[in-house]
């Protein structure tokens, strides 16, 4: 019965995954036209659909907000009671209809028309009369549903989705969209915090290990211990950075000079160039920083490389989550 029962499942998603790849094809300059007109847009992008259609809608609308599109979804049969009035001639229509030949939503289109306001329909059939009377048309067709009678909304709300979902991504490249962009509509999240918090907000800046180069290493050991974050920092006269010596530095020193070990010097070890960054760089900046030379701490310094403050790993994650 499992095996059974999980066979359906994964018909369904093969079946919807089919659907998707269909669309492919279909991507033409109809599907230009519409991000072009999207993007030339003054006003707002209204979405608009009826039933499963306005579910996946009200989706389409959000996405487009949040990738810089300005838009909000509007059944159609609300236009009838008041909220006409929410549509200007600067404004754009997505219109969305499985059958293209939705009545609710037909109704809606000569006030459109009157108004002046281009419509975008998109709908899997070309020869609808949401097609005939749209401004441009983009084809949304599945060959079946994944329901197993062929009846309920299924691939074609799948790929509904996924036109939306094309049509917002193809708006953001046009638009350069950047992460920065995309964090300041989603600032209380924990993306917005992570596009949008910098190393000042989070760097250790008390009692900062620092520590003079000609230190010996057997003393250097009770420093860096005590400053908890397992590092030394050696700084200039005027409080810039000269180098960085780690416990994992030391104990290295340790198995290379053994005996000898505590007639050296921070300075025989010290890495005289440490990672460093400004403190306006972003937490996903120094993630990016401490991938890509395997290290868990950063320095933070000012742009004559005079010590701020130190990020670690940790903090960033506590930041981040």
Not at 118 to 146: C, F
Not at 195 to 204: G, N, S
Request: glycine residues 8%; contains cysteine; aromatic residues 4%.
């Amino acid at each position: 019965m499992n095996k059974e029962i999980e066979s359906y499942g994964k018909q369904c998603l093969q079946d919807e995954a089919d659907a998707l790849l269909s669309l492919i094809p279909l991507i033409d300059s109809n599907f230009s036209e519409a991000v072009k007109m999207m993007r030339a847009c003054k006003g707002k992008v209204i979405v608009t659909g009826v039933g499963k259609s306005g579910h996946i809608g009200a989706k389409i609308a959000a996405t487009l907000s949040s990738t810089g599109t300005p838009s909000f979804f509007v059944n159609p049969l609300d236009i009838y009671h008041g909220d006409l009035g929410v549509i200007t001639h600067e404004d754009i229509v997505l219109a969305i209809s499985n059958s293209g030949n939705t009545d609710e939503l037909l109704r809606f289109i000569p006030i459109l028309h009157h108004l002046n306001v281009p419509i975008i329909g998109m709908s899997g059939n070309e020869k609808s009369l949401l097609a005939k009377h749209a401004t441009v048309h983009i084809k949304v067709w599945v060959e079946r549903e994944a329901c197993p009678l062929n009846l309920a909304p299924t691939s074609s709300t799948t790929a509904a989705l996924a036109m939306g979902d094309a049509l917002a991504v193809a708006l953001m490249k046009l638009r350069n969209f950047k992460p920065r962009d995309f964090a300041q509509f989603h600032p209380g999240g924990e993306l917005g915090r992570r596009l949008l918090t910098t190393a000042e907000d989070i760097m250790f800046r008390d009692n900062l290990p620092v520590i003079p180069e000609e230190m010996r290493l057997g003393d250097a050991i009770i420093h860096v211990s005590k400053g908890k974050l397992g590092m030394g920092i050696t700084l200039d006269s005027h409080g810039a950075i000269t180098g960085l010596i780690t416990d994992g530095d030391i104990r290295r020193a340790m198995e290379r000079w053994q005996e000898h070990f505590f007639n050296h010097t921070v300075s025989d070890i010290m890495t005289r160039t440490p990672k460093t960054v400004l403190p306006t760089t972003k937490i996903t900046e120094i993630q990016d920083v401490m991938q890509r030379f395997k290290v868990h701490s950063v320095l933070v310094a000012d742009k004559e490389n005079r010590l701020l403050g130190i990020v670690d790993h940790y903090a960033c994650m506590m930041n981040t989550n």
